[in-house]
């Protein structure tokens, strides 16, 4: 019996598990690197022989199995052959047609259309390289294909503007977005899998003067929680912050631009601090992880405006839900400033974000949104700021290769600053200092800046000045 007569097309694409042939008795298996040895044990066991295993890229798995059923197609063989289910011609030849939604496994390449397959290899090149949004950006002559990858931008591809507008059309579609709307911007949510890893997806799209431009998010619910002694946060800063986020009330923030790894921060701290003897309960915009994943007993709302519920109204409305441990996906405004601040005086620790360039600033913030001075001296425990700088790849000793787009950085590292409110602290906040003041007393007593973790990161050899400088040119 043939590999083809006795495995299910389905299952071959599902597990990433193909054969090469027989060598002495023995089928040559290949599968890809996280295809379950449980598999190739039934394989072996329906095939009725001994299997060889030889380990490949997932992509090239995918397309080595879907070109055996192919080849077994044409010959007539192969069960998938018998009903007609491979090697389907595509139905139709307008545009909307060859769009229509289809299989959703980025590695099944069967009997897709050509822009399908266009979009599910751009998505595929995305995440095998850990990018984080991929841009279709429209020019004058051309249109770019982009990938965010550890906070930058690199240009991989160009696209002609018939080919990019059903690009997009598609990304579209996939988003369940109106692809007959051109002139709005829209925004779309959708899930494409890796085999069995399941991406989601949030999707832009915005009509520039050169045509509709899409951004796409990409956010890997396959990848574990990150640890919190992963962030890269040296001991003479995590031991003062946890000892601070260990306490049964107070509000902790942490502070930086998007995209600085603000709330895998929070994440990691609660992931540090939950256990089964505390309530610990979030309210976000969107939820970007479930914690419930890693066994943590958290509940975890989200914010939706059209219902009414905000940030300050879902932070009352889990005031009555007797929490212990309250995180605050970000403070905006006023309200929620106030509302975050009473529950951390009323016997809550509150974890929250706010965007400010350092820790410091994040002072003079909470003032500037109308919270007198005196609730914020007596609520607030310590300020953490951050952003991320990428590392030295190793594999190429930082001289740059493919797998780190000639870079030599590859990775990312937290770079932090953490500011402790103490009696002295207290007083100056109470008597409105502004935000030099406070950093000049917070580093008189000790404090290190976040140009000061950055210089001991290239001191040390795990990054380059030149990154140092790109990342925290805002604080220089």
């Known amino acids: 019996m043939t590999f083809v007569d006795a495995i299910p097309h389905d299952f071959a694409r599902l597990h990433l598990i193909s054969s090469d042939g027989l060598v002495d008795g023995a089928e040559r298996l290949v599968v890809g690197p996280a295809t379950d040895a449980l598999v190739v044990h039934n394989v072996s066991v329906r095939l009725q022989r001994p299997c060889t295993v030889r380990v490949e890229d997932p ?34 030849g307008d545009l909307d047609r060859l769009l229509v939604d289809a299989d959703r496994d980025l590695l099944n390449t069967q009997g897709k259309g050509r822009v399908i397959k266009l979009v599910d290899g751009l998505l595929f090149e995305a995440a095998g390289r850990g990018a984080s949004d991929l841009h279709i950006q429209p020019l004058a002559d051309r249109t770019l294909v982009r990938y965010r990858i550890d906070g930058v931008l690199h240009d991989v591809r160009e696209l002609g503007a018939e080919l990019a507008i059903a690009v997009v059309s598609r990304i579209k579609v996939m988003g369940r977005m109106d692809i007959a709307e051109r002139r709005m911007p ?58 601070r986020a260990g306490r049964s009330s107070g509000i902790i923030l942490v ?81 929620t400033a106030r509302t975050a601040i009473q529950s951390s005086l009323t016997g809550h620790l509150v974890l929250s974000s706010l965007h400010t360039n350092d820790a410091a600033s994040a002072v003079s913030r909470l003032l500037d949104l109308g919270v007198e001075p005196f609730l914020v001296s007596a609520s607030l ?23 780190c787009m000639g870079t030599g950085l590859r990775g990312r590292t937290g770079v932090f600053e953490l500011l402790i409110i103490n009696d002295a602290l207290r007083a100056l906040i109470n008597d409105r200092a502004d935000a030099a003041t406070i950093r000049a007393s917070a580093t008189a007593s000790g404090m290190a800046t976040l140009v000061d973790e950055g210089r001991r990161l290239v001191d040390s050899g795990g990054t380059t000045d030149a990154e140092v400088r790109r990342v925290l040119l805002g604080v220089l």
Do not use: W
């Not at 879907?66 to 389907?88: F, P, S």
């Open 255 to 335: 502070t930086g631009p998007t995209g600085s790894g603000k709330t895998t921060t929070l994440y990691s701290t609660l992931r540090q601090i939950g256990s089964s003897q505390v309530n610990i309960m979030t309210i976000e915009d969107p939820i970007e992880y479930e914690l419930s994943t890693v066994g943590l007993a958290i509940s975890q709302a989200q914010v939706n405006a059209r219902k009414g519920v905000t940030f300050a109204t879902g932070l009352r409305h889990i005031l009555r839900q007797d929490p212990d441990i309250v995180m605050v996906g970000e403070i905006r405004d006023e309200e």
């Open 186 to 243: 829209q925004d779309g949510r959708a899930t494409v899998n890796i085999g069995r890893r399941p991406i989601d997806l949030r999707i832009s799209t915005l009509p520039t003067s050169y045509g509709e431009r899409a951004v796409l998010r990409l956010l890997d619910t396959s990848q574990q929680l990150c640890a919190f002694e992963r962030l890269g946060m040296p001991e003479r800063i995590a031991g003062p912050f946890l000892d």
């Open 59 to 92: 992509e090239a798995v995918a397309r080595a199995v879907d070109a055996l059923y192919e080849r077994a197609r044409r010959v007539g063989q192969g069960r998938d052959a018998a009903d007609g289910t491979i090697g389907r011609p595509e139905q139709g």
């Open 381 to 403: 425990s310590a300020v953490l700021a951050q952003r991320l700088v990428r590392v030295i790849h190793r594999e190429c000793a930082g001289a740059g290769c493919d797998l």
